[in-house]
C-alpha cells in the first residue's frame, strides 16, 4: 500500500508540474506563426484552408476591433465553478498588449439568478420548455444565445462564442477578417463522412457539401451582425436534427455543433479555420485550452 500511495503522489505532483509549466510558456511565448497572404481571406473560397496563427497582431487602441466573450452556462455547481475561473483569466488578460477582449458575458440559461451575479456579467435567459431537449441540455445554448442577442446591449461589433471549460492563456486578438468568421477546426466534424444526413438540412441547391465547415460554436469569433442572423436557424436545426432519428444517432453529443456550423452556411458565413485557436491537448501556443483536460490529469 505504501509503495501504490508514494506512486499515485510522485503521478499527480509531476502532473501538477507539467500543467504548470504548459501554462507558464503559453502564456509568455511569442506566436511564430506565419501571416497567409490575402488571397486567403477571399469571401469566394470554397474550402477553408488550416491555417497559423498571424504574427503579429498589435495595433493602435483607436483600430481595435473588440469582440465580446459569451459563454453559456448552467447553475450546476461544476459550471459555475468553471465560469468563475474562466472569468478570473479573462480579466488577466483583457488589457494585456495585443488583446482586442471586450467586454464578457456568462449567459446563464437556468432562468434564475445565482449568487454570482454581482462577481460575472450574467445574463439570465430561459431554458427550453420542459421536454424539448429531450435529455440533451446542450440544446439550451442556441436558444439562450437568441435571447442574448435579442434583449442585451453589446457595444461590441463581434462576439467570441466561448464555453466554461476554456481558460484563455494569452490575450486573444480579433481573428476574424474581412466578413469571415473565426474558428477551430475540429478534426470529428465531417461534413462529407454525413453527407446524407446534413443534406436534410443543406440541401443540394445551397452548394456542395464541403460548404459546411468543420466547426462548432465554440470556439467562434464572429460578427454580430451575422450571430443574429445565425442563431435562430442555429437554434431550429439543433432542434429538427435532435427530433430527426437518423441524424440523431450518427452526431450524439456534437450534434449541437453540426447545426451551428450547417447554420453559419446556410447564411454564407464562411470561416476561417485557425488550427491554433485552442487546444485539447497540452502543447503549445493556444489561446485557449479546454479545462477539462487538467481535471483529467489530476484525476488520473
Wanted: hydrophobic fraction near 40%; include cysteine; charged fraction near 20%.
Amino acid at each position: 500500500m505504501g509503495c501504490g500511495n508514494l506512486f499515485f503522489l510522485v503521478l499527480v505532483t509531476f502532473s501538477v508540474a507539467l500543467i504548470t509549466y504548459n501554462i507558464i510558456i503559453s502564456a509568455n511565448a511569442p506566436l511564430k506563426q506565419e501571416l497567409p497572404g490575402p488571397s486567403r481571406f477571399s469571401s469566394s473560397i470554397t474550402i477553408d484552408p488550416v491555417i497559423k496563427m498571424p504574427v503579429d497582431r498589435s495595433k493602435s487602441s483607436s483600430s481595435k476591433r473588440l469582440f465580446h466573450t459569451a459563454v453559456t452556462s448552467s447553475d450546476s455547481v461544476y459550471n459555475t465553478w468553471q465560469c468563475r475561473i474562466m472569468y478570473y483569466w479573462f480579466k488577466k488578460f483583457k488589457d494585456e498588449p495585443n488583446s482586442e477582449m471586450g467586454g464578457f458575458t456568462r449567459i446563464l440559461h437556468s432562468g434564475k439568478p445565482d449568487k454570482y451575479m454581482d462577481e460575472i456579467p450574467t445574463f439570465v435567459a430561459q431554458p427550453l420548455p420542459a421536454g424539448m431537449d429531450q435529455g440533451y441540455i446542450v440544446l439550451n445554448r442556441p436558444w439562450a444565445f437568441v435571447q442574448w442577442l435579442q434583449s442585451a446591449d453589446i457595444k461590441e461589433d463581434y462576439i467570441l462564442m466561448s464555453e466554461p471549460d476554456h481558460i484563455i492563456v494569452k490575450p486573444i486578438p480579433n481573428l476574424s477578417k474581412d466578413g469571415l468568421g473565426a474558428a477551430f477546426p475540429f478534426f470529428y466534424i465531417e461534413p462529407k463522412k454525413y453527407e446524407k444526413q446534413l443534406r436534410k438540412f443543406f440541401p443540394e441547391d445551397m452548394g456542395p457539401i464541403t460548404n459546411i465547415d468543420p466547426i462548432g460554436n465554440s470556439p467562434v469569433i464572429v460578427g454580430k451582425d451575422s450571430l443574429n442572423k445565425i442563431a435562430p436557424t442555429w437554434m431550429n436545426v439543433s432542434l429538427a436534427m435532435k427530433k430527426d432519428p437518423e441524424t440523431d444517432k450518427a452526431f450524439g453529443w456534437v450534434l449541437e455543433m453540426y447545426a451551428y456550423a450547417v447554420a453559419s452556411a446556410l447564411h454564407g458565413v464562411d470561416n476561417i479555420l485557425y488550427k491554433d485557436f485552442m487546444i485539447q491537448v497540452l502543447r503549445e501556443k493556444p489561446f485557449l485550452f479546454l479545462f477539462c483536460q487538467i481535471i483529467f490529469l489530476y484525476t488520473a
